[in-house]
């Protein structure tokens, strides 16, 4: 099966610009002499199930690696449900303080993901025009997603490069704080299977403990709220039970039913 990756190449510098980041390269007002938020909750978004997955876990997960990553900086995070009316990601927007997108392999345009990714850019993208604080990452697929979304077209090419491990390229942006990596930064702390040439030194581990401390940080910059103490508690992803995977892959996942409430 081929893995897809992006290309760097000068058609994407415009989306680039837009997305990977570094806020100490803007000079924004808003941010100036701020009250910072140090109970910061992030969403992330449940990505579909794939089809060869037991069909009774769920139609969305959500893997644990990505809430110990957020969790590990200092945010608690609730999960975003796929398949939901457009107020509910309006709502959510407003209720957090920032999103993470994740990596998969979902189709962009047709999946439950792609439908929520693009309802929850769209709402931060207006608050952050009325210079309302809101954050987005994304990771992998979730890069690819937001490239989606700015460009308005797949730019996805094929490549033949898969499961390696390669220098880094940082571009800034300068207009919103949405980010994407289309490595994966939670992997060297957090994922163990032995079939991927994952980079566990010291070196990969602080790499991914920046990545993290920097979005939650810049999260801490948003001063959304949930309307009260039990609605925060109850959204929480800890409501939901963690399934381990004893195959040797040492996966660990939540399973998101777009029905839950």
């Known amino acids: 099966m081929k893995i897809y990756y992006w290309k760097l190449f000068f058609s994407l510098c415009y989306v680039l610009v837009s997305l990977v980041a570094g806020s100490w390269f803007r000079d924004d007002k808003r941010r100036q002499n701020q009250t910072l938020n140090d109970r910061p909750i992030i969403g992330i978004l449940a990505t579909d199930t794939p089809s060869d997955w037991d069909a009774a876990t769920g139609k969305t997960y959500i893997s644990a690696n990505y809430v110990k990553y957020l969790e590990q900086a200092g945010a608690r995070v609730v999960p975003i449900r796929g398949g939901q009316p457009e107020e509910y990601y309006s709502r959510m927007v407003n209720w957090t303080n920032g999103a993470l997108i994740p990596g998969g392999a979902a189709n962009v345009a047709t999946s439950l993901i792609g439908r929520s990714a693009r309802l929850m850019y769209d709402a931060a993208l207006k608050l952050n025009k009325e210079q309302d604080y809101y954050p987005l990452w994304g990771t992998c697929w979730g890069f690819q997603m937001l490239c989606y979304l700015i460009q308005g077209e797949n730019l996805l090419q094929p490549t033949d490069s898969a499961n390696v491990s390669w220098p880094l ?16 930064p ?3 702390s957090f994922n163990w299977n032995p079939s991927y040439s994952i980079n566990h030194g010291l070196d990969a581990i602080r790499v991914g403990q920046y990545m993290a401390n920097f979005f939650v940080n810049e999260a801490r910059k ?3 709220r949930f309307p009260s103490l039990q609605s925060e508690a109850t959204s929480l992803i800890d409501n939901y039970k963690r399934t381990y995977f004893s195959d040797g892959t040492f996966e660990e996942v939540y399973y998101i039913d777009p029905k839950d409430s």
């Open 222 to 224: 948003s001063s959304h």
């Open 169 to 184: 390229i940082f571009t800034p942006g300068k207009n919103f704080p949405f980010y994407g990596v289309q490595w994966h």
């Open 186 to 188: 939670e992997k060297p």
